[in-house]
Antibody
Framework: QVKLVESGGGVVQPGKSLRLSCTAS????????MHWVRQAPGKGLEWVAV????????YYADSVKGRFTISRDDSKNTLFLQMNSLRAEDTAIYYC??????????WGQGTLVTVSS | DIVMTQSPLSLPVTPGEPASISCRSS???????????LDWYVQKSGQSPQLLIY???SRASGVPDRFSGSGSGTHFTLKISRVEAEDVGVYYC?????????FGGGTKVEIK
């Protein structure tokens, strides 16, 4: 079955960088667009970024544009989120999600990023 | 960006009774293909969100038929015909018409 496993979260100081990974299994990863969505502690869901199945299109939320980069390695069935110049307001659980082409999103279990000095 | 507004914020329910959640969008989610690009998700305590309804009214695989989605354009509704204790959680609507994807603020369903 479809499985998405995020990793790479942790505690990081403001201004520093972190790279998140999402390893996919159970489906043809190379055929699907993928998203990152985050959730600040006790808050709602905020979309972060999307990458198309062939990596030709990438879009970002205004709140992360210019600081975060989404990418993928289809040979490793892995999605990435490079996060630079981190701020306290980036503290959140980060979920990767499979785009089922208008049939909703399938979610991983998330990885927690805490930006604090 | 499309703004999604849910109501109510909190919904205390009695097991066996129906429940209804409203979701409104700031612009129509009706695509030229005839589908409304509106999903519903539930997030249970300590878990990641899971898909309930896509394209406004299609139930995801494995979702009980007591859940139904309706509406078109800018106004949508999620209904639970008879609430069960396991339905407790936060329900979100999400528009999938355009990026950025945007979510409603969530409705917390709890048992009275």
């Amino acid at each position: 079955q479809v499985k998405l496993v995020e990793s790479g979260g942790g505690v990081v100081q403001p201004g520093k960088s972190l790279r998140l990974s999402c390893t996919a299994s159970g489906f043809a990863f190379y055929s699907y667009g993928m998203h990152w969505v985050r959730q600040a502690p006790g808050k709602g869901l905020e979309w972060v970024a999307v990458i198309s199945f062939d990596a030709s299109n990438k879009y970002y939320a205004d709140s992360v544009k210019g600081r975060f980069t989404i990418s993928r390695d289809d040979s490793k069935n892995t999605l990435f989120l490079q996060m630079n110049s981190l701020r306290a307001e980036d503290t959140a659980i980060y979920y990767c999600a499979k785009d089922n082409s208008a049939r909703g999103l399938g979610w991983g279990q998330g990885t927690l990023v805490t930006v604090s000095s | 960006d499309i703004v999604m507004t849910q109501s109510p914020l909190s919904l205390p329910v009695t097991p066996g009774e129906p429940a209804s959640i409203s979701c409104r969008s700031s612009r129509s989610l009706l695509h030229s293909d005839g589908y409304n690009y509106l999903d519903w998700y539930v997030q249970k305590s300590g878990q990641s969100p899971q898909l309930l309804i896509y394209l406004g009214s299609s139930r995801a695989s494995g979702v009980p038929d007591r859940f139904s989605g309706s509406g078109s354009g800018t106004h949508f509704t999620l209904k639970i015909s008879r609430v069960e204790a396991e339905d407790v959680g936060v329900y979100y609507c999400m528009q999938a018409l355009q990026t950025p994807l945007t979510f409603g603020g969530g409705t917390k369903v709890e048992i009275k």
